[in-house]
């Protein structure tokens, strides 16, 4: 056994927008799935030696202080530092490949890497020069939403909805074929919830109960439709592009809230600690595409990634491939790029039925996976991606412990 290891690995259940966890803030989540993490892999917080927690669209008062609130509320030492990452889709991901370098350069052994977001919470946002310095006489100030501009890359002036718009076009990807994708993430997930494959990696959110919902634990995720039909969702219009366009609000992700928590640790920290390793981390890989297509990032970043691992690692050889679902026609093109096998892609669904909380994601998907080793012995090898906003793609590569 040599190598960096996830030896926890916990994830909230995703709320819907406007739902169960609305009123949890980004640190709050992120607490509950760290605390959770720390307890599920029987790990002292005393033993942290650096915190990394992923936020794109900081929602809360406490929001420049997120990754420093999370660890220590969540019982890790004064003494411990921490740093919020944003690198938009990817941060999750990305908080893994910093507690991987962290560890690899030995300034760390066992590091918390995860993420967060309440997109419910997202605010609507006033101009400081504005509200300080005067608005002019007889006008009112102006609000913007800081969720639809964090959805929207005012650099190449495109949505990303816009973006999926654009692959679909680039890879010739019908209306037909990415609304059979949605309906295969929702059904896959309906399974996979009854067959209880979300249970190891799912850390409950304790809520209020109400008339309404008496129970007073979220375990479930809150955004799957799993009784859509095709014909249903086929006759939604399209959102972006009117004449023609393939991106409706049932083939894109969900806009959600929760967060995930993933521990890593070095080899003489699972030995000296007694720590159970759910995954090796094989390898990790960051890279950029063009903005206006930025859905196709993860192709570049998994072949990156594949490229790093030992004895010639090709794609082929993974037993499961995950990339976050931003949009049917996103996934889909890079399906077509890579030539991935469906049968092993995306296979308990992904964020059109789960959802995607911005800064989380990555996290949900690190998660699932490592905990897909225990639930399928005969699997040795994952990759788990996802496109970034402004066009970029990150990828990292799991293997059997």
Not at 323 to 333: G, R, S
Not at 371 to 390: D, K, R, W, Y
Request: with cysteine; hydrophobic share 40%.
């Amino acid at each position: 056994m040599t190598g960096i290891f996830i030896v926890a690995a916990k994830r909230t259940p995703f709320g819907s927008f406007g739902g169960s966890l609305k009123k949890f803030t980004p640190t709050q989540l992120g607490v509950i799935a760290t605390k959770s993490a720390l307890s599920d892999g029987n790990i002292d917080p005393s033993l942290v030696d650096h915190v990394f927690f992923g936020n794109v669209i900081p929602s809360s008062s406490d929001g420049a202080y997120l990754a420093r609130h999370i660890g220590l509320q969540s019982g890790i030492p004064i003494s411990t530092p921490a740093l919020s990452i944003n690198r938009l889709c990817g941060s999750g991901f990305e908080t893994v490949a910093q507690g991987l370098m962290h560890i690899a350069t030995k300034r760390a052994s066992v590091v918390v890497c995860g993420g967060t977001e309440n997109m419910s919470m997202a605010p609507f946002q006033v101009d400081g020069n504005a509200m300080r310095w005067g608005n002019p006489l007889g006008t009112n100030p102006s609000m913007r939403d800081s969720l639809w501009d964090g959805l929207t890359d005012q650099h190449a002036k495109t949505p990303m909805g816009v973006t999926a718009e654009n692959l679909a076009e680039q890879y010739n990807i019908s209306r037909q074929e990415c609304d059979e994708f949605a309906i295969r993430s929702q059904q896959t997930w309906a399974k996979a919830k009854e067959n209880g494959v979300f249970d190891l990696e799912i850390a409950p959110v304790e809520v209020k109960p109400t008339k309404k919902n008496p129970n007073p634990f979220v375990d479930t995720d809150e955004h799957p439709r799993p009784s859509s039909t095709f014909e249903k969702i086929n006759s939604l219009p399209p959102v972006f592009k009117k004449e023609g366009g393939v991106v409706t609000a049932a083939n894109a992700s969900g806009i959600c809230d929760g967060a995930g928590s993933i521990i890593l640790a070095s080899e003489e920290a699972v030995v000296q600690h007694d720590l159970t390793p759910l995954a090796r981390i094989a390898s990790t890989h960051v890279s950029g595409c063009e903005p206006t297509i930025m859905g196709i990032g993860p192709v570049e970043a998994i072949r990156g990634a594949l490229e790093q691992c030992a004895n010639g690692t090709t794609l082929g050889s993974m037993d499961r491939v995950e990339i976050n679902e931003a949009f049917a026609a996103q996934c889909l093109a890079c399906a077509k790029e890579l030539d991935i096998d469906m049968d092993k892609f995306n296979v308990n669904g992904g964020a059109i039925a789960l959802g995607h909380p911005l800064g989380a994601s990555g996290s949900r998907i690190m998660a699932h996976l490592a905990h897909n080793f225990s639930v399928h012995p005969q699997h040795n090898l994952t990759v788990g991606a996802a496109c970034i906003g402004g066009g970029q793609g990150i990828a990292v590569v799991l293997e059997r412990a």
